[in-house]
C-alpha cells in the first residue's frame, strides 16, 4: 500500500500534482486507477479528482467512480510536477499507419533517437475518435456482501497467473468508444531499473475506462495530448533480482 503524500515527499515535492496510471482498491475490489492529485503538505490543503474503473461484483456491469482515497495498491506509474503552467510537448496525430499504440510509438521514437539514455514522459492525452481496447481487472477478494452467483468466481490471489494465458483469462478486455481521457506515463528505456517502460489508463465520465492497448480503427482514430519531460526519475521499492 502506497501514500500519494508519502510519494511526494519520497521524490522531494511535498505538495506535488500527481497524474499516472496504478492500482487502486475500492471496497475490496480492484480497480484500474486513474490518479489526479494534489497531494497534501504545510504548503497545500491537498485535491482528489482522481477516477477508478472497477466491474461491479453484483453485475458485472462496468463503473467509473470518484476514487476519494489517498492510496494505492501495488504498483502506480506516475508523473509528479508542482502544477503550474509552464512549456509542454503537444501532440497530434490521426489515422494509424503502422502495429504499434500511440504511447509505445513515442517511446520507441524517443529511444530511437537518444539510444541509451532514457527519456520520461509523463501527460494526457485525449483520443478524439475511434475505438480503443482496454481491460479491467476482476475481483481480488470477494466482498462479505455478495451473494449472488459471481461470488463463486476465483479469487486471483489463490490461483497463480504463470502465462499469460492465465492473465488474459482473468482480466476483463472490452472495445470502448472515444472520446476518452488518457492518463499515461512512459520512459524510452529502462536504465536496469525494472522499470515499466509505459502505461496508460483512460476514462470517459461514469461509464467506460481502463487500461489502454492500443486503438482498433486506425482508419477512424485521433489522438490530442499534452506532455513534460521528467528532470528525475525515482524508482520505489525495486523489485529484487
Not at 484500474?32 to 479528482?49: A, F, Q, R, Y
Not at 482515497?69 to 503502422?98: D, H, M, T, W
Not at 492525452?125 to 481480488?140: D, N, P, T, Y
Not at 529502462?190 to 482498433?216: A, I, K, M, W
Request: charged share 25%; net charge negative.
Amino acid at each position: 500500500v502506497y501514500n500519494f503524500d508519502t510519494v511526494a515527499s519520497l521524490v522531494d515535492l511535498p505538495g506535488a500534482f500527481i497524474i499516472g496510471a496504478g492500482a487502486g482498491r475500492l471496497c475490496t475490489i480492484n480497480c484500474e486507477l486513474m490518479p489526479n492529485i494534489v497531494t497534501t503538505s504545510d504548503c497545500t490543503h491537498g485535491d482528489n479528482k482522481s477516477r477508478a474503473a472497477m466491474i461491479c461484483p453484483d453485475d458485472g456491469i462496468l463503473m467509473i467512480k470518484q476514487y476519494d482515497l489517498n492510496e494505492f495498491y501495488i504498483l502506480g506509474n506516475l508523473l509528479a510536477c508542482e502544477g503550474k503552467q509552464g512549456p509542454v510537448i503537444e501532440v497530434k496525430v490521426s489515422k494509424r499507419s503502422g502495429k504499434e499504440n500511440f504511447v509505445t510509438n513515442m517511446r520507441e521514437t524517443l529511444k530511437a533517437h537518444y539510444g541509451d539514455k532514457p527519456v520520461g514522459l509523463g501527460g494526457t492525452f485525449l483520443i478524439e475518435s475511434g475505438k480503443a481496447k482496454l481491460h479491467v481487472m476482476e475481483l481480488a477478494k470477494k466482498p462479505h456482501w455478495l451473494t449472488k452467483p459471481q461470488a463463486d468466481r476465483t479469487d486471483y490471489y489463490t490461483v497463480p497467473l504463470n502465462s499469460d494465458a492465465d492473465v488474459d483469462s482473468w482480466l476483463k478486455f472490452r472495445e470502448a468508444d472515444a472520446p476518452l481521457v488518457c492518463l499515461s506515463v512512459l520512459i524510452s528505456h529502462d536504465p536496469g531499473l525494472s522499470l515499466r517502460v509505459e502505461h496508460t489508463h483512460c476514462f470517459r465520465q461514469f461509464n467506460e475506462g481502463g487500461h489502454y492497448h492500443y486503438d482498433t480503427t486506425p482508419d477512424e482514430v485521433s489522438y490530442h495530448g499534452y506532455f513534460v519531460p521528467a528532470e528525475y526519475m525515482y524508482r520505489l521499492d525495486r523489485p529484487p533480482t
